[in-house]
Each structure stands twice: as structure tokens, then as C-alpha cells.
């Protein structure tokens, strides 16, 4: 009896957190962008020239870096190692 018991209120218990994990909602890039242009402004935004992206990559036991880098209007370059 008191194994049931038990199993109900773990079934109650993931029941009550699907119901509050769908009603919470992620941000959307759009909120996110708002939120940085409201807080730091447009003008700080549009003078940033040149964003870096690094990433590992991890394939069969080798490690490669690799990294972008953006520069406006248009350039970009991809660097491996």
C-alpha cells in the first residue's frame, strides 16, 4: 500500500511540473535583442564592427578549433586547427 502511495504522488508530482513547465516559456531572440538594445542602446549595437565565434570540434578522438570572425559590412573568415 504504501509503495502506490508512493508511485501516486510521483506521478502527481510530474504531472504538477509538466503543467508549470508549459505555462513557463523561453525568451525568444527577439526579446532577448529588446532587452539588450534597450539596456546598452542602438548606438552601442551598430558600432560593434567584428564578432568571433570559437567552437571544439570533437570527432574520433581529435580536437579541431575552429573560429569565425564576422566583420561588417560583409567580410567574414573561417580559421582551423
Known amino acids: 500500500m504504501k509503495l502506490r502511495s508512493s508511485l ?5 508530482l ?3 511540473l509538466a503543467t508549470v513547465c508549459g505555462v513557463v516559456s523561453a525568451q525568444t531572440v527577439d526579446e532577448i535583442v ?3 538594445i534597450a539596456a546598452r542602446g542602438l548606438d552601442k549595437l551598430q ?3 567584428t564578432v568571433w565565434i570559437t567552437r ?5 578522438g581529435f580536437v579541431t578549433l575552429q573560429i569565425f570572425d564576422f566583420k561588417r559590412p560583409s567580410a567574414w ?5
Do not use: F, P
Request: glycine letters at 0%.
Open 8 to 12: 501516486q504522488q510521483i506521478v502527481l
Open 14 to 16: 510530474v504531472a504538477a
Open 77 to 81: 573568415r573561417d580559421t582551423m586547427w
Open 56 to 60: 571544439h570540434i570533437v570527432s574520433k
Open 47 to 49: 558600432q560593434m564592427q
Open 34 to 36: 529588446a532587452k539588450y
